[in-house]
């Protein structure tokens, strides 16, 4: 099984629709964006799921096909920090690939002269904390209804990790990345 992490194309369309339909949490996730029809899928991919100065996103590719995304965003240089973010569908889910994916973006963005790496889950999302965790970011606290989906609103997990923390605990399965 091959496994890497590498820009989404519009040739992703398909896979992104199947993994938004198979999991209502995703379409919460992608702030309930219209995936109903390829040309939408694609537009999405193009508008929201590609990369800039402040913003890379990654597909995470199984056998040819996008089962998720890792990403960062709000990169930036003069404190030299990013905001991670992923996610992956049903499919993918449970195998460790959210956290490889993450640990070597996470090797990216140290590589790319990023100090400090923040992320946050909601906190009724356990499986997003032990992703965290695992990939070696530190928790640093609850921030109270911090998300809103639809009319709820959520308490938020933040984690960090420093360029200067040690490694993840566990072995991770790195991912070759490419840009």
């Given at each position: 099984m091959s496994?890497?992490?590498?820009?989404?194309?519009?040739?992703?369309?398909?896979?992104?629709?199947?993994?938004?339909?198979?999991?209502?949490?995703?379409?919460?996730q992608l702030g309930?964006?219209?995936l109903s029809n390829l040309r939408a899928a694609e537009a999405f991919i193009e508008q929201s799921l590609g990369s800039d100065e402040q913003v890379?996103?990654?597909?995470?590719?199984e056998d040819g096909i996008a089962v998720g995304n890792?990403?960062?965003?709000?990169?930036?240089?003069?404190?030299?920090?990013?905001?991670m973010y992923y996610w992956l569908s049903p499919v993918a889910r449970g195998k460790g690939y959210a956290t490889g994916a993450l640990v070597s973006v996470?090797?990216?963005?140290?590589?790319?002269?990023?100090?400090?790496?923040?992320l946050g889950h909601r906190v009724n999302n356990p499986a997003s904390c032990?992703?965290?965790i695992a990939a070696g970011f530190r928790t640093e606290g609850i921030q109270r209804e911090k998300l809103r989906y639809g009319s709820a609103r959520y308490d938020v997990e933040a984690h960090a990790r420093l360029v200067t923390d040690p490694g993840p605990a566990a072995t991770v399965a790195l991912m070759s990345l490419s840009e």
């Open positions: 496994v890497v992490l590498r820009p989404w194309a519009g040739r992703d369309a398909s896979a992104l629709m199947a993994a938004t339909r198979s999991a209502p949490d995703l379409a919460i309930g964006a219209d890379k996103n990654w597909a995470v590719v890792v990403g960062a965003s709000a990169i930036e240089f003069r404190h030299e920090t990013a905001w996470c090797n990216w963005a140290f590589d790319n002269g990023l100090y400090r790496l923040e032990r992703v965290a």
